[in-house]
């Protein structure tokens, strides 16, 4: 047997100003041939599972990209041919018994605002009968291109994504037991005009924690496996938002039944969906007040992991102007203050024009840096290697990365994005967030996979940036309407 494993990941902000060249995934990790299976067998990802549920097969895997970077804007034309020209010349060659895919469910493209599906097309055109099975991000915005061109499609149970491999592992053997004939996968999906706002798609909370657990209910009997995708509000294209997916044994109705039943859950809590919005000075003086720490900071309308920027200086500097004790920043992405930093050498003091690089036309911001003279406290190759519950021994490359000290403030300043979502971004460049009073994390939830267990408070701090949740900022001109809650429809089918 011979099968096919893959991947091809990006969540694409259509308002973010980063460009997504094919640089960017080389940065973060761009390989073929051998080097997949030797990048990513171990790992907790789903071609991780993937690899493994070949090799205990005795199956050949036939391994011609995967590929991954970190969200920021529109994927160029010559990137998405970079990609995806491997894995279609892969199948064109024949000899392939299934595939294996990992990809994201979010992929905006020059060429097409559905990446995915356009790529799932691509495969099926050419193999028309090929078995395929998909692992896409709980932020997916399911189209039915996407599952109309594959075999069996299931997303993540949890965000932050602490089950990548749980579920890459549970479709794979979806797709095993279908080639030994023992399952008829049968799928059923359907949507509800709901843009949910991503900081109210933690699954540790409701709305979604009901909404994964009865999910998780549904999966026994016909059933082999039930999503609810949170979808991903900042890709502006017509599929954008709340969806569901079901894969039945042969019983499409039993699929059809579980899905609406899922999907209506998800339509009588639509307002719990929407971020309730609090002033920056108040949030960050309410944080002065908390005894203890580490108080988790979230500077979430900067997040990288969302293709923010990663430049913003909004919140840090209300931190500075009230004076916080003791805080860890991870992290700023200026690249030019890093090269900085470096040449005035470690402990040099020096005074920096920090972050505030970038212009950010969408959202009528412009570059705003702050002027700042500290310490530098350190300067590294920023590699490490995730210990954590997320992408568990995955190396991050967060280029040539430097610590700058502005009184009791540690600010992590790096030359590639990285949202925080791992320990390993302060512990590689000799800080202990455990000992610190206040964190600032440019996250939105993925944070709570390495910080939560050690933080005694998180407060939400509303900042500037191309992740907010404010959506009066957006404009949006390709999202299908109406929708929940910028028009706020009163029945799903209007």
């Not at 592992?169 to 797709?175: A, E, M, Y």
């Not at 909370?205 to 549904?218: C, F, I, N, Q, S």
Request: glycine fraction near 10%; include cysteine; proline fraction near 6%.
């Amino acid at each position: 047997m011979r099968l096919l494993i893959a991947m091809m990941k990006h969540e694409t902000n259509s308002f973010s100003p980063i460009a997504t060249p094919w640089q960017r995934f080389v940065d973060w990790g761009a390989f073929q041939g051998a080097e997949v299976v030797s990048a990513y067998r171990g790992t907790a990802m789903p071609i991780g599972s993937y690899i493994d549920l070949a090799e205990a097969a005795g199956a050949e895997i036939v391994s011609p990209m995967a590929a991954e970077a970190m969200p920021s804007g529109i994927v160029s034309a010559d990137a998405y041919k970079r990609l995806t020209d491997p894995i279609l010349e892969a199948v064109a060659k024949g000899g392939i018994d299934a595939a294996m895919l990992d990809l994201h469910g979010a992929m905006v493209a020059e060429e097409t605002p559905d990446g995915e599906g356009t790529l799932l097309e691509r495969i099926r055109a050419l193999a028309p009968g090929l078995p395929i099975a998909v692992t896409c991000d709980l932020h997916a915005n399911l189209t039915r291109r996407m599952v109309d061109n594959c075999t069996a499609l299931i997303g993540y149970k949890t965000y932050p994504h602490i089950d990548m491999h749980i579920v890459g592992r549970q479709v794979g053997r979806i797709l095993l037991d279908a080639l030994a004939g023992k399952v008829r996968p049968v799928m059923a999906w359907g949507n509800r005009p709901i843009l949910a706002q991503t900081l109210r798609m933690g699954t540790d909370d409701e709305p979604m924690k009901g909404l994964v657990e009865a999910a998780r209910a549904a999966e026994r009997g016909p059933i082999l496996a039930a999503t609810v995708f949170g979808g991903f509000p900042l890709a502006d294209m017509p599929d954008a938002g709340l969806s569901a997916i079901v894969i039945a044994d042969d019983e499409p109705d039993a699929a059809a039944e579980t899905r609406d039943r899922l999907l209506d859950k998800a339509w009588a809590r639509k307002e719990d969906f929407v971020y309730r919005h609090e002033p920056l000075a108040d949030a960050i003086g309410r944080a002065r007040k908390i005894d203890g720490g580490p108080v988790l900071l979230l500077d979430h309308a900067d997040n990288c992991g969302s293709g923010g920027t990663q430049d913003v200086m909004t919140v840090i500097a209300e931190v500075l102007r009230q004076d916080l004790p003791d805080v860890a920043v991870a992290a700023v992405w200026d690249p030019a203050a890093v090269d900085e930093m470096a040449r005035a050498g470690v402990g040099s003091i020096v005074t920096l024009s920090l972050g505030g690089k970038t212009d950010m036309p969408s959202i009528g911001l412009a570059a705003a840096p702050l002027t700042v003279t500290g310490k530098v406290k350190l300067v590294s190759d920023g590699e490490w290697v995730c210990r954590g519950p997320m992408y568990t021994g995955v190396t991050v490359m967060m280029g040539k990365t430097a610590v700058l000290q502005i009184g009791s403030v540690e600010i992590v300043v790096v030359s590639r994005h990285h949202e925080p979502w791992d320990l390993g971004v302060f512990t590689s460049v000799g800080i202990d967030p455990r000992a610190k009073r206040y964190l600032v994390l440019k996250s939105r939830i993925h944070y709570r996979a390495g910080f939560a267990p050690i933080g005694t408070a998180t407060i939400t701090c509303d900042g500037d940036g191309v992740t907010t949740s404010d959506n009066e900022l957006l404009n949006f001109t390709r999202l299908r309407r109406p929708i929940y809650p910028l028009d706020r429809p009163n029945n799903w089918k209007t």
